[in-house]
């Protein structure tokens, strides 16, 4: 397995990552959908925040089947959004406030309707797509699609059948299946260097790197992703020479394989890695929301009943650390656009400040996605918008609602009857806004500062620095580069820990709600939680 030795930016080590949903974030013209121009007015939300790197789903032109993950133009934006230049408008904004601006980078697919697709799906002798000919009037093979043209045959999608999937080529070859290309044919070879060309030509407008949608799929059949691992390595090495301060992000799921081969950092995710998911399915997945076919655990960690264990998470991380430490960084998101909130079901507001403790305390790169900072409940039973609903129990579009900055008009989001994603704020219900929380200094929103700020000011708090876990049941127990001990209880029943090292002599309480420690005793109250200084 490749792997690096060479340092990261110098900024991505104190990053505080804030993903945004582009058209659910902020609608500045009011036709219902968020645009460029909306976040760089709520840009000043950000920085008062304090998350200081932001992520953009994929905001290149598309004919959204996918809410943009299905790319026509790569070099172009999506109209919906605004031009080129309110994207650049946006990234010097930002840059003006210490937020860096990076971009989601579809690797592995493309639109149906992108002229790539258009020329292949007419030319047998184009190899950009896995393309399968047929053989005596055979059947396609299994997952492959007629194809749309005059080329006869089919070709392989990744997701939806309106992605075909690029063909960077088979790790084994087959003389029975000869769509099976070698990692170095000429189509494979061609899109290892488009993708070097459009990461260039974003960078060179000023934004801080990408996120890499599915960046373990793209070599076929790759069992042990030697092949996959190589490709990236190759980008990295690339990236180093031609682009030095610009940031790798994957979504692979396996931080172990996937920064090795040459990734900054890689997330914790809901699926992928050995354990398919569940590291971080063991903190947040109360059953309710997005929930996988295969997921049987009954009990999260972060569950009011306190039926689960952190360790799960911890065993995971503390293996995955191990690999990463010396190259790169390990991601912890709150959630994202194909996984539940943290307010999702029976999980109430008071269960979440226990929830941010634990995150933006943790040795990881915290990722907080749009409006989880105020408690935005993941709404069940929406409609399909733009294929977000992948079967019952996988609803995505309830994770992907407007942003709630206030109630009035539903912050400019369009509630008109044909697109039921967009829903109303009913003043008298739970749903928090922005405006509310702001105004009141006791709110999940400025606890969510608070602790960003004290993480930012606190190096032994940050991604680098050991933490020792002394306790993985309730309270979760562990200190921070020896100077800080955090305690966090996730459950309704108050809980206590006994210290036994007599070099943890905890101090003055620096952030917290319902922990007390003396005599060597934590006695942490349902919910409750503590920052001590040592």
């Known amino acids: 397995m490749p792997t690096f030795s060479r340092p990261t930016p110098s900024w991505l080590a104190d990053a505080v990552l ?17 645009d460029f121009a909306g976040i760089t007015e709520r840009l000043d939300h950000l920085q008062w925040l304090g998350v200081n790197t932001v992520w953009l789903n994929p905001c290149f032109a598309s004919p959204f089947r996918d809410a943009g993950y299905d790319v026509s133009d790569y070099l172009s934006v999506a109209p919906r959004y605004g031009t080129a230049d309110d994207l650049a408008a946006l990234v010097e904004a930002a840059k003006g406030r210490g937020i860096r601006v990076m971009l989601d980078l579809v690797a592995g697919h493309t639109s149906d309707q992108h002229a790539w697709f258009q020329a292949a799906a007419n030319d047998p002798d184009d190899g950009r797509y896995i393309w399968a000919e047929p053989v005596d009037d055979a059947p396609l093979p ?18 939806f059948d309106s992605q075909p999937a690029l063909n960077f080529g088979y790790a084994r070859t087959d003389p029975d299946e000869p769509w099976r290309q070698s990692v170095d044919a000429e189509g494979p070879r061609a899109n290892r260097a488009a993708l070097r060309e459009i990461m260039d030509h974003w960078l060179r407008l000023g934004l801080a790197g990408f996120r890499v ?17 190589t490709l990236w390595t190759e980008l990295r090495r690339w990236l180093d020479a031609t682009h030095p301060e610009a940031a790798l992000l994957a979504e692979w799921g396996d931080p172990s394989v996937s920064v090795p081969a040459g990734f900054h950092s890689d997330f914790f995710l809901q699926f992928g890695g050995p354990s398919d998911g569940l ?8 059953n309710h929301g997005t929930v996988a076919d295969h997921w049987t655990q009954r009990h999260c960690y972060f569950d009011a009943e306190g ?36 307010a999702c079901g029976p999980r109430t507001a008071e269960q979440l400040p226990a929830a941010f403790a ?31 609903v992948l ?10 609602t407007p942003m709630q900055w206030d109630t009035s008009a539903n912050a400019g989001f369009s509630t008109a009857p044909h697109d039921r994603l967009y829903l109303p704020i009913d003043p008298s219900s739970d749903r928090p806004t922005v405006a509310e929380q702001r105004a009141d200094e006791g709110s999940l ?35 921070r580069g020896g100077r800080y001990l955090v305690v966090v209880n996730p459950r309704r029943d108050a809980a206590e820990f006994a210290l036994t090292s007599p070099s943890i002599a905890p101090g003055r309480r620096v952030e917290g709600d319902g922990v007390t420690v003396e005599g060597g005793r934590i006695d942490a109250n349902g919910f409750g939680w503590g920052i001590f200084a040592l």
């Open 18 to 34: 804030y993903q945004i949903y582009p058209q659910s974030f902020a609608d500045s013209d009011g036709d219902g959908i968020g």
């Open 142 to 159: 299994d997952r492959f699609v007629p194809s749309p043209g005059t080329r006869p045959g089919g070709y392989l999608p990744n997701f």
């Open 213 to 229: 949608d599915m960046a373990h799929s793209l070599v076929k059949d790759d069992h042990d992703l030697a092949e996959t691992s």
């Open 279 to 286: 590291p971080l399915r063991s903190l947040w997945n109360n």
């Open 307 to 342: 039926g689960g264990t952190a360790g799960t998470f911890v065993t995971a991380w503390e293996s995955l650390h191990a690999v990463t430490a010396d190259c790169g960084f390990i991601t912890l998101p709150t959630a994202n656009h194909d996984f539940s909130r943290l």
């Open 358 to 388: 634990f995150h933006l305390t943790w040795p990881t790169l915290p990722a907080i996605y749009y409006g989880d900072e105020i408690g935005m409940r993941y709404i069940p039973d929406l409609d399909d918008h733009e294929g977000s």
């Open 391 to 400: 079967g019952p129990r996988y609803n995505r579009a309830g994770s992907r």
């Open 445 to 479: 929103l400025h606890l969510v500062r608070r602790l960003i700020a004290l993480r930012k000011s606190t190096p032994e708090l940050g991604s680098h620095t050991p933490v020792d876990v002394l306790h993985t049941g309730y309270p979760l127990v562990y200190t």
